[in-house]
């Protein structure tokens, strides 16, 4: 049976996306937010059909597989070699901060400590897709902005260990025996596993055949691939994306072509991602956490950009001591 409703809903959400992007490109206003409040007004006054929002997950998803794939292939060899030391820094130095600053400030608002272990935990995942897009959006492509992609991608794995970690603490502190550790351990290294089994095929096939058509469902058999497997297997289906991006990145020979028919693919998916995600927020559960809620944004926002300039600092500083010793 067809929905007329769906289809139409498609369309509007469409345009939709290229209204926010042609206003983004006149304001240098962040087309994601633009998105997003499409969406929150979307939700609001209930326009979306049953249907789409039950897509919500499997659209995600694929939007999430396709960023990955994207960031991966920032993290070349070159790139690494050159910047490898400062992505590394930076992004344990956010995860830490991140963990400390946010524990503590609950802990001083009187939030019981196992819960503030784990939302301390959730403050440290980053938005890939959203940061990735106003890279995009912005035009630029710079040392600075390789770094920032390669900090996205590994914070992805360092914010799944944490929130690992203190969710088993959290549960222990209850009096609750689990295996969070193990579970996140297969979770993390399945992905790395899966990434291997697709990306070494796919770096050796990729960009074999002619641009356009052919290669536009290569690009779309490798993510939904990946994406599919991830799921079924139970592991991240964001560190799996990466570890197939990375491989193609630096194993295959014509590997741009693969990256840009994504890019190409990618945007459609962004649109529905980012109008889905702001038409699933739930406005009165955000107020009733009240100021805990706004210490919570507050002591995320405060702690990510402590860590970010205190790892920022660390190379300079070992680099002008190296200097001064030589």
């Known amino acids: 049976m067809i929905y007329s409703d769906t289809l139409l809903a498609l369309g509007i959400l469409f345009f939709a996306g290229l209204l926010a992007d042609q206003i983004g490109r006149r304001t240098r206003v962040p087309r994601v937010t633009l998105l997003l409040m499409c969406g929150l007004i979307a939700g609001w006054l209930g326009l979306l059909p049953e249907r789409i929002e039950a897509l919500t997950d499997t659209i995600m998803v694929a939007a999430l597989t396709f960023v990955s794939f994207l960031l991966g292939g920032s993290l070349k060899a070159d790139s690494l070699k050159s910047h490898g030391v400062e992505i590394l820094l930076i992004s344990v130095a956010i995860v830490l901060s991140t963990l400390s600053v946010v524990t503590l400030g609950l802990l001083l608002l009187k939030v019981d400590l196992a819960l503030a272990l784990v939302l301390a935990s959730i403050a440290t995942a980053t938005a890939p897709a959203a940061t990735l897009d106003v890279i995009r959006q912005s035009g630029i492509d710079n040392g600075f902005v390789r770094s920032v992609k390669g900090i996205v991608a590994i914070d992805d794995v360092w914010g799944l260990i944490a929130f690992s970690l203190c969710l088993s603490i959290a549960t222990h502190l209850n009096g609750t025996e689990n ?148």
């Open 179 to 326: 295996a969070v550790p193990l579970s996140a351990t297969y979770e993390i290294g399945g992905a790395i596993f899966l990434g291997l089994v697709i990306g070494l095929p796919a770096a050796f096939l990729t960009g074999r055949i002619d641009d356009g058509e052919p290669l536009e469902v290569e690009a779309l058999g490798i993510a939904f691939l990946t994406a599919g497997l991830a799921l079924w297997m139970e592991v991240s289906f964001l560190i799996a994306g990466m570890v197939v991006g990375a491989l193609i990145a630096n194993v295959a020979s014509h590997h741009n072509r693969a990256f840009h028919e994504i890019e190409h693919i990618q945007w459609p998916f962004m649109i529905l991602f980012f109008i889905l995600a702001g038409a699933s927020l739930n406005l009165p559960s955000i107020a009733a956490l009240g100021g805990i809620g706004i210490a919570f944004v507050l002591l995320r926002t405060v702690s990510r950009l402590a860590g970010g300039g205190s790892g920022r600092r660390w190379p300079s500083q070992q680099n002008a001591t190296s200097r001064f010793l030589a």
